[in-house]
């Protein structure tokens, strides 16, 4: 999980202004929050992703390190109130187009890890139907295969990311 996910929680660290030598703390906090509250992860919706949990848990964190950082204001409400909006992080929000790039290297480093575990002709398989668009027919000629085999060969590469990664990003 942190192999795959370090890379997205340290781009919302830098994207909420977490000064750079406190990203380290927030990260593992993040991860151990992660790993603690792993089992109690639930896609109970269409839309839940563990991406977005992560990303709940990240925000969490952010802010609760960036409140801890908040000294007490003296001076009155007024005072402390614009102390408290100081210390408060960007909202972290989904930000489609910057978080793409960050996305494209985790699904890359998914499929890097996933990769050894399938034999080539499986990989072939699934490389040619998802990522190269051909169709399971066209496949299945190439690699003398049947058609059943290349959509096995394909659902079960998928399982395994899926497995890795929680989700599949678009």
């Given at each position: 999980m942190?192999?795959?996910?370090?890379?997205?929680?340290?781009?919302?660290?830098?994207?909420?202004?977490?000064?750079?030598?406190?990203?380290?703390?927030?990260?593992?906090?993040?991860?151990?929050?992660?790993?603690?509250?792993?089992?109690?992860?639930?896609?109970?919706?269409?839309?839940?992703?563990?991406r977005?949990?992560?990303?709940?848990?990240?925000r969490?964190?952010i802010?609760?390190?960036?409140?801890?950082?908040?000294?007490?204001?003296?001076?009155?409400?007024?005072?402390?109130?614009?102390?408290?909006?100081?210390?408060?992080?960007?909202?972290?929000?989904?930000?489609?187009?910057?978080?793409?790039?960050?996305?494209?290297?985790?699904?890359?480093?998914?499929?890097?890890?996933?990769?050894?575990?399938?034999?080539?002709?499986?990989?072939?398989?699934?490389?040619?139907?998802?990522?190269?668009?051909?169709?399971?027919?066209?496949?299945?000629?190439?690699?003398?295969?049947?058609?059943?085999?290349?959509?096995?060969?394909?659902?079960?590469?998928?399982?395994?990311?899926?497995?890795?990664?929680?989700?599949?990003?678009?």
């Amino acid at each position: 999980m942190v192999e795959l996910y370090a890379p997205l929680v340290l781009h919302w660290c830098r994207q909420a202004r977490v000064p750079q030598d406190e990203i380290p703390d927030i990260f593992q906090e993040v991860f151990a929050a992660a790993a603690r509250n792993l089992g109690s992860f639930q896609k109970k919706k269409p839309g839940d992703t563990f991406r977005g949990w992560l990303r709940t848990i990240a925000r969490n964190k952010i802010c609760d390190h960036f409140r801890q950082r908040t000294p007490r204001g003296i001076g009155g409400t007024e005072a402390r109130m614009h102390i408290e909006q100081l210390a408060e992080p960007p909202p972290l929000e989904e930000n489609p187009a910057a978080d793409r790039p960050i996305e494209a290297s985790l699904l890359s480093r998914a499929l890097e890890s996933a990769r050894p575990h399938f034999q080539e002709q499986t990989w072939r398989a699934f490389w040619r139907t998802v990522v190269d668009g051909q169709s399971a027919v066209d496949v299945a000629a190439e690699l003398s295969l049947s058609p059943g085999a290349v959509r096995v060969a394909k659902s079960r590469v998928l399982h395994r990311l899926r497995s890795d990664l929680g989700e599949l990003p678009d």
